[in-house]
């Protein structure tokens, strides 16, 4: 395995560690009780010893460093949105937003390790995205919040939520599945020129769909707002990502022709962008 997969592996796999305490500490019974006191101690010392470990380990290797404190504080916060899922009524549904939403990040960086690790690098764990990208998530935690204590029964709507959470868990999937898919050809950024060895990927998910990756990041977005049962940020975010992929698909599409041609114009004609009401660049005859 690449050295930055396994960084990224092994480091996200020591923050999450975190999900382990209250297991062992219900299984020894003489601390059992002192669990309940002493969680919010643990979980900062955890937070303090994983990123001391980090820089340690990696005190000469500053780019494995940079690569072990973003996977590891992933991990350490997807392990607290698992422990909220097991200990809060409140924010029980916010516990299942903040492990997709930390998953997502870390799992788009382990991916490209895996399938295209020439492209990789620290912006391929997608956390220095783009302005409206943090504010979206920002509003959607506010709505959460907001709505939760105004109206607390709206946030306990179990199977509008576990609607969301499949919608997510199966865009998450889907997303990931393309990127195995089209391995060196997938790409976080939109490539203008044709490089050496990129062919035209028609096969697995990309028969039913030419664009399974946002595909699914598009129903990712949505369940992780009904999920949440944000109305607001529901609307906002379905508006925000269709003219976001409308606009992305169409230059897209337009570097794609350059590159494959007749090729793919015949793709086109045969398999949907798969996202609605969205048809890519139409090349006129
Ligand atoms: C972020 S990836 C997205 C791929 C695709 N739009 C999807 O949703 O699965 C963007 C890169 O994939 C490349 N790409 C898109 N569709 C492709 C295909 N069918 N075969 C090969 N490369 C493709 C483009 O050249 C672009 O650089």
Redesign the pocket.
Known sequence: MLRQARISFLTFGAGASLFLYPLIFSIIPFIGFLWKDFWHALIIIHFLVCNAVFSAVYVHQKDSYRIAVRAGNLGIVFSLGFLLTLYSTFWYHFGWYTMALTFFHWSEYQSTALTNPKSLNLESFLLDHSREYKMAAAASCLEFILEGYAFPGMKQLHLISLFGIILTVGGEGLRKL?MFT?RT???????HTRKDG?????HGV?RFS??????GWFAWSLGTQIMLCNPLCLVAYALVSWKFFNER?YD?EI??LN?FGEDYLD?QRRVPTGLPFIYGYRQSV
């Open positions: 393309s089209a050809n997938f790409n976080h950024h939109i490539q990129h062919i035209l990927v028609t990309y030419r664009h399974p990756s946002y595909v698909i897209e570097c794609l590159f793709y």
